[in-house]
């Protein structure tokens, strides 16, 4: 089932998410149901606050890159009860976009490299080190889990001169090819 995706300025987009009870009824169907609205969006992750759900758990699908880049054709996971533990020193800067912030692309620093520890929708448990564009779709939707979205890491300066552009979004005047919804 395709969901709507909350757009900025949606209040569920600046909570801190709790964490993924391990008897959560239909765990499978939910993870399903936001790769489904991932792929309709042509997204590369979403996290469950973005479908309006402030629960700790995201997905990823970087498949559609593989072709070119043959380490994402076991991308398509779900990252269930995450921890970020460990960051390289070095950061990169890459472009972002984000399926809550429609039209907006934004070029943005973090680390290169990262170790997460989580468990997948069968409750197995994994722990590895990912690092360039896979680490930085995980850094994006971890984020989302703890009220963050991308452009609160853009320099002041930046975020000053979108002011405008995310008030009007806020305010429900944006343009976005997939089903969206603001409030809650
Ligand atoms: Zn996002």
Sequence with gaps: MILPVYVYGSPVLRRDAEPVPSDYPDLKALVED????????????LAAPQIGLPLRM???DLT???????KYADSRRAF????????????????????????????VWRPE?????????DWVAHDEE???Y???????????????????RLSPLRRTMLRNRLLTM????????????QGK
């Design 34 to 45: 936001m790769h489904q609205t991932m792929r309709a969006s042509n997204g590369v992750g």
């Design 130 to 132: 990912f690092d360039d």
């Design 58 to 60: 995201f997905v990823t």
């Design 134 to 152: 896979f680490a930085r779709v995980i850094q994006h939707e971890y984020d989302h889990l703890s009220g963050k979205i991308f452009i609160d």
């Design 64 to 70: 559609p890159h593989a072709a070119d880049e043959p």
């Design 80 to 107: 269930i009860n995450p921890e970020i533990y460990e960051e390289s020193d070095t950061e990169v800067a890459i472009e972002e976009g984000c399926l809550s912030v429609p039209g907006l692309n934004e070029e």
């Design 113 to 121: 490299s990262i170790r997460i520890r989580w468990v997948d929708e």
């Design 170 to 181: 806020s305010k429900g005047k944006y343009e976005a090819a997939y089903k969206t919804k």
